[in-house]
């Protein structure tokens, strides 16, 4: 998906160095952007295990069992973010979706996400979206799952 203001590609290995570098820069803002007990990023967080993570990402949405996609500034020098979407088992919720933006581009982060809502309702016909820590609390979405294992 292109915009005017980023480009949305599969995340994939060869992302690895600009996806690196755009959570490294950002670390201590991006602390709890997947709820308060995950502990990513961390500084101690090696190219290798990120490169890893990119490699299972990809797996995920080849299987169709996630969907991870890097944000991507418009000329594709720059990972300025990432996005995630996720099966859930929260009641009444179609999908679970994460996004996080590096630091130095935080000022397209809210016209992100009211373009992504309309995004996931017309092409992927969710019609209930749990964006944790957006949409509802941390609190509220843990007491709406099971348990998950991202």
Excluded at 46 to 65: A, G, I, P, Y
Excluded at 87 to 95: E, I, K, L, M
Excluded at 101 to 108: C, E, G, L
Aim: proline share 3%; charged share 25%; aromatic share 16%.
């Amino acid at each position: 998906m292109v915009r005017s203001n980023y480009v949305l590609e599969v995340l994939a290995p060869q992302h690895n160095d600009m996806d690196y570098e755009a959570w490294t820069s950002s670390i201590d803002e991006l602390q709890g952007i997947f709820g308060p007990t995950n502990d990513w990023p961390t500084k101690e967080y090696t190219k290798e295990q990120n490169l890893e993570d990119l490699e299972r990402h990809l797996r995920e949405f080849e299987q169709s069992v996630a969907y991870a996609y890097t944000i991507l500034n418009v000329e594709r020098t720059s990972c300025i973010g990432c996005l995630y979407i996720r099966p859930t088992s929260a009641t009444n919720y179609d999908a679970r979706v994460d996004f996080w933006f590096r630091n130095s581009s935080k000022n397209i982060e809210s016209h992100f996400y009211e373009e992504l809502k309309s995004w996931l309702g017309k092409e992927w016909r969710f019609q209930n979206i749990a964006f944790p820590g957006r949409n509802l609390s941390w609190d509220e979405y843990n007491k709406l799952v099971e348990k998950e294992s991202w």
